[in-house]
C-alpha cells in the first residue's frame, strides 16, 4: 500500500506548488500577518494607483488648457485675422479705386499691409496644421486664391490708370472672387480652428473623475485600515498610515480646487472673453463688408442689380452687412461684462447709426445724379461715410485687444491653477504608499 | 428694308413662328422681320432688368396690329409747349445719362467729366432749347431707374442707349431713332471666330444675363458653349474674355464697340443679326418736347459727312464699329 501514494505525490508537482501557494494565501488571510500584508499591498497600491492617474489626467488636462491658451485660441485669432484683413484688403482697393486714377498713399498701403499680414499668417497657420486636415485644403485654397485677387486688383488699377470703364469690371470681378471664394474659405477656416480650440477647451475642462474616485478610495481604504489597526491594537495613530492618509487628503484637495479653479478660469475666459472676440470679429467683418459694398455702388454705378431685377445689388449687400454689423453690436453689448470692454461697443454702435445716416444722405445726393457730391461724401474726410467706417472699425479694434487679453489673462489663470499638480500628485503619491507600508509593516513587525 | 433677309438668319424662325400665329402673307413676314426684330430685344444695353420687358415686347409683338413701328415718333416742331417752357423756366435742362458705357456716356476719371456720343447729344438739346450746350444737369441714373425717373419728373430727358420698343412706349415717349444698333460678336483679332455662324463651333460665348444675345444663342448656337458663362453686366464679358476664360462675346454691337475701345487686341466680328433703335425718351404725353427733340434730331442728322452727328460718330464710335455711312432715317407717325 506503501507504493501507490507515493507515486500519486511525485506525478503532479506543479498542482501541489499552485495549490500550496493558494493554501498559503488562504493561510495568509485567515493569520493576522498575512492579513496585514494584503491590507499593506492594497492600500500601497491604492494610493500609487490615485497618484499616478491623478498626474496622468491632470497632465492632460494642464496640456489641453496650454493649447487653449498657446496653440489653438491664437491659431483661431490668427484665422480671425486672415479673415479680417482679406475683407480689409477689399474694402481698401474699392476705396483707392474710387479716390481715382491716383490712388491715395495711405489707402494704398493699407491695401498692401492687409495682403502682407493674410499671406503672413497663412503661412504661420500652415505650419501648425496638417495640409490634409480640413483647414489645410481651406489654407491651400487661400494660397491659390489669393494672388489670383491680387491680380484681379492689379488690373482693376491699371485699366482705372488709364480711365477706362474695364478697370471698375475688373474690381467687380474681384470683389466677386473675395466674397465668393476667398472669404468663405477664410471662415472655413476660422470655424475649423475654433472648433479646435473647442474641443481643447472640452478637454481642459472635463472632471477628472478616475481620478477622484480612486482618491476617495484609497483615502477610504487607509481609513478602514486605520480604524481597523485601532480596533486591534487600541493605538489611536499608525503614522505611517497617518502620513499616507495626509499626503493622499493633500493630492485630492489639490486635484479638486485645482480643477474646480482652473474650469472657472477657463469657462470665464471662453464665455467672457471667446464668445466676445467671436461676435466682435463678426462685427467687425461685417461692417467691412458693408464698407466694400458701399464703394462698389459707386464703381458700378447702378451697372449691376440684385437677384430681384430691381435693387442695386451692392446697395443691397450693404444693407444686409449694416444690418449684420447691428446685430453683432447688440450682442456684443450684452456680452461685455466691464466698461473697458462696454465702452468702444457703445462708441461704435454710435458710429455705426451715424454711418447709416450719412450713407441715406449720399445715396440720396447719388440718386438725385450729383455722383462727385455722393463720392465726396462716401470717401471723403470729414463728415463721410469713410469716417464713421474708420471710427466703428478702430472702436472694434479695442474691443477686441480688451476681450483677447481679458481671455488670455483667464486662459493663463487656468493652465496655471494646474501647474504642478502632476508632479506633486506623483511625489505624494509615492509619499503615501511608502506611509501605507511603513506603517503596516510597524504593524507586521510586531509578530516578529 | 435696307438690309438682307439674309442677314437675320439667327432669328429667322423665331419670326416665321410668330408670322405663322398671325397667318401673314410672305410679304408681310418680311416686313415683320425689320418691324418686329428690333422687339427682340429687350435691353438697350443687355442687361438683366429688361428681361421681363423682354417677355412684354413678345407678347405685344405676337399682337402685332397694336405695334407695328415703335421707333415712329410725332413730327418735328419748334412751337413751345408746356414741357419747353418749364425747361426755359428753370434754366437747365435735366438729362439722364449713363456713366458707364464707354464711348456712349462715360465719366472720365482724369476729368471727372461725362463724355460720349450720348451726351453730344445732351448738349446739342441743351443748345437749341436754351441756347446753350452747357446749361445741362446731368443725372447719372442706372438702368433700372430710366422710366422711373422720367415718370418721377426727376429728369427731363432719358439719353442713355435705350432702344426704343414696343414694351416701352406704354410707359415713356421716344424721339425718332437716332442710332441704329444690334447684336454682334466681338473677339479677339487673331481669333478663329467670324461672326455669328458656324465659326463660332466648340467655342465660349460670354453674354449678360437675360439679354437678347443669350436668347439668341439659346435659339441657335451654332455649337458654342454659352450655358453657364453668363454675366451681369455686358461689360463683365469683356474681363472674362480678357482672362481667357471665355472665346468671344455676344452683345450690342454699340456697346461692343465701347469695350473694343478698351482693348486694342479684340474687334467686332462679321455683321449685325438683329436690328434695333436708340430714341431719345421723355415722359409720356410731353407731346411738345418730343416734336422738339425731333426736331433737334433732324438738324443734328443734317449735313452729311459734315453734319454733327457724323463729327459725333467719327469721334466716339468710327474707330471700333466703322462701316455707318450716315445716321438712321427718321419716321414718323400722324398723331
Known amino acids: ?448 | 428694308m435696307t438690309r438682307s433677309g439674309s442677314r437675320y438668319v439667327g432669328t429667322g424662325s423665331r419670326l416665321r413662328g410668330w408670322g405663322g400665329v398671325a397667318g401673314m402673307a410672305a410679304a408681310c413676314a418680311l416686313t415683320a422681320a425689320v418691324t418686329l426684330l428690333p422687339l427682340s430685344r429687350g435691353a438697350g444695353d443687355g442687361q438683366g432688368p429688361d428681361a421681363a420687358g423682354q417677355g412684354v415686347a413678345r407678347a405685344v409683338a405676337a399682337r402685332a396690329d397694336t405695334c407695328e413701328d415703335p421707333e415712329a415718333s410725332l413730327p418735328p416742331s419748334e412751337a413751345d409747349g408746356p414741357a419747353v417752357e418749364k425747361i426755359k423756366a428753370r434754366g437747365k435742362l435735366i438729362a439722364g445719362v449713363d456713366q458707364n458705357s464707354f464711348r456712349w456716356g462715360y465719366r472720365n476719371p482724369a476729368t471727372g467729366d461725362l463724355e460720349g456720343f450720348d451726351i453730344d447729344l445732351v448738349r446739342a438739346v441743351a443748345q437749341d432749347i436754351l441756347g446753350d450746350p452747357d446749361k445741362v444737369v446731368y443725372r447719372a441714373i442706372p438702368t433700372n431707374q430710366r422710366v422711373l425717373a422720367l415718370q418721377e419728373d426727376r429728369v427731363d430727358v432719358v439719353v442713355r442707349t435705350m432702344t426704343v420698343n414696343c414694351a416701352r412706349i406704354k410707359d415713356v415717349a421716344f424721339s425718332t431713332a437716332y442710332f441704329e444698333a444690334g447684336q454682334q460678336v466681338l473677339a479677339p483679332k487673331e481669333s478663329t471666330v467670324k461672326g455669328y455662324d458656324a465659326s463660332l463651333a466648340g467655342k465660349r460665348i460670354c453674354t449678360a444675363k437675360g439679354s437678347t444675345a443669350y436668347d439668341a444663342l439659346a435659339a441657335k448656337s451654332f455649337g458654342a458653349k454659352f450655358e453657364g458663362l453668363t454675366v451681369s453686366n455686358q461689360l463683365d464679358c469683356l474681363v472674362r474674355l480678357q482672362l481667357g476664360e471665355v472665346d468671344a462675346v455676344v452683345t450690342d454691337n454699340a456697346l461692343a464697340a465701347g469695350q473694343a475701345a478698351q482693348d486694342p487686341a479684340v474687334e467686332l466680328k462679321g455683321e449685325p443679326f438683329t436690328r434695333e433703335y436708340y430714341g431719345v425718351a421723355t415722359k409720356l404725353g410731353n407731346d411738345d418736347l418730343v416734336r422738339r427733340l425731333n426736331h433737334v434730331l433732324d438738324e443734328y442728322r443734317e449735313g452729311g459727312e459734315d453734319g454733327r452727328w457724323m463729327k459725333a460718330y467719327g469721334k466716339w464710335l468710327k474707330d471700333d464699329l466703322p462701316g455707318i455711312k450716315k445716321p438712321p432715317e427718321p419716321k414718323y407717325r400722324d398723331n
Not at chain 1, 494660397?143 to 488699377?157: F, I, S
Not at chain 1, 467706417?389 to 472702436?395: I, L, M, P, S, W
Open chain 1, 1 to 448: 500500500m506503501a507504493h501507490p501514494p507515493l507515486v500519486r505525490e511525485a506525478r503532479p508537482p506543479t498542482r501541489t506548488a499552485w495549490a500550496e501557494g493558494v493554501d498559503r494565501l488562504r493561510a495568509g488571510a485567515t493569520t493576522e500577518p498575512g492579513r496585514l500584508r494584503v491590507i499593506g499591498a492594497l492600500v500601497a497600491a491604492l494610493v500609487v494607483a490615485f497618484g499616478a492617474v491623478t498626474a496622468w489626467e491632470i497632465s492632460d488636462r494642464a496640456t489641453a488648457a496650454g493649447n487653449v491658451v498657446t496653440r489653438s485660441q491664437p491659431l483661431s485669432a490668427d484665422a480671425a485675422s486672415i479673415y479680417r484683413s482679406l475683407a480689409d484688403a477689399d474694402s481698401a482697393a474699392a476705396s483707392g479705386f474710387l479716390a481715382g486714377a491716383q490712388e491715395p498713399q495711405d489707402l494704398r498701403e493699407r491695401y498692401e499691409d492687409d495682403i502682407a499680414t493674410a499671406s503672413a499668417l497663412l503661412a504661420k497657420a500652415a505650419t501648425h496644421t496638417e495640409s490634409t486636415s480640413a483647414s489645410g485644403r481651406e489654407i491651400a485654397a487661400l494660397n491659390t486664391q489669393l494672388p489670383q485677387y491680387t491680380g484681379l486688383v492689379e488690373r482693376a488699377r491699371a485699366n482705372n490708370r488709364l480711365g477706362l470703364p474695364l478697370g471698375g469690371a475688373y474690381l467687380r470681378y474681384a470683389n466677386e472672387r473675395m466674397t465668393t471664394k476667398l472669404l468663405p474659405a477664410a471662415e472655413r477656416l476660422y470655424t475649423a480652428e475654433t472648433s479646435t480650440l473647442g474641443e481643447d477647451y472640452d478637454e481642459a475642462r472635463a472632471w477628472p473623475f478616475v481620478g477622484l474616485g480612486l482618491g476617495v478610495l484609497a483615502l477610504a481604504g487607509l481609513g478602514w485600515a486605520q480604524r481597523r489597526t485601532y480596533l486591534r491594537t487600541n493605538r489611536v495613530f499608525n503614522h505611517g498610515l497617518l502620513a499616507a492618509s495626509v499626503a493622499s487628503a493633500v493630492v485630492l484637495l489639490w486635484l479638486g480646487i485645482g480643477h474646480v479653479v482652473a474650469r472657472a478660469e477657463l469657462e470665464d475666459a471662453m464665455a467672457h472673453g471667446q464668445e466676445s472676440l467671436e461676435v466682435l470679429n463678426d462685427a467687425r467683418i461685417s461692417s467691412l463688408n458693408a464698407r466694400a459694398n458701399e464703394n462698389l455702388t459707386l464703381v458700378a454705378r447702378g451697372a449691376v442689380l440684385a437677384a430681384d431685377g430691381k435693387r442695386d445689388l451692392y446697395e443691397s449687400q450693404y444693407a444686409d452687412g449694416m444690418k449684420a454689423l447691428g446685430r453683432r453690436l447688440a450682442q456684443a453689448r450684452a456680452l461685455a461684462d466691464d466698461p473697458q470692454g462696454g465702452l468702444p461697443v457703445t462708441d461704435a454702435t454710435a458710429k455705426a447709426d451715424e454711418w447709416r445716416k450719412r450713407h441715406t444722405a449720399a445715396r440720396a445726393t447719388d440718386d438725385g445724379g450729383d455722383y462727385e457730391g455722393a463720392l465726396a461724401k462716401v470717401i471723403g474726410g470729414k463728415g463721410s461715410t469713410g469716417e464713421c467706417f474708420n471710427g466703428v472699425d478702430a472702436a472694434l479694434e479695442k474691443a477686441l485687444a480688451h476681450e483677447q487679453a481679458e481671455f488670455t489673462r483667464a486662459a493663463e489663470g487656468g493652465r496655471g491653477a494646474l501647474t504642478g499638480l502632476p508632479l506633486g500628485a506623483a511625489i505624494l503619491a509615492v509619499v503615501g504608499a511608502a506611509g501605507a507600508v511603513l506603517g503596516i509593516g510597524r504593524r507586521l513587525s510586531e509578530y516578529r
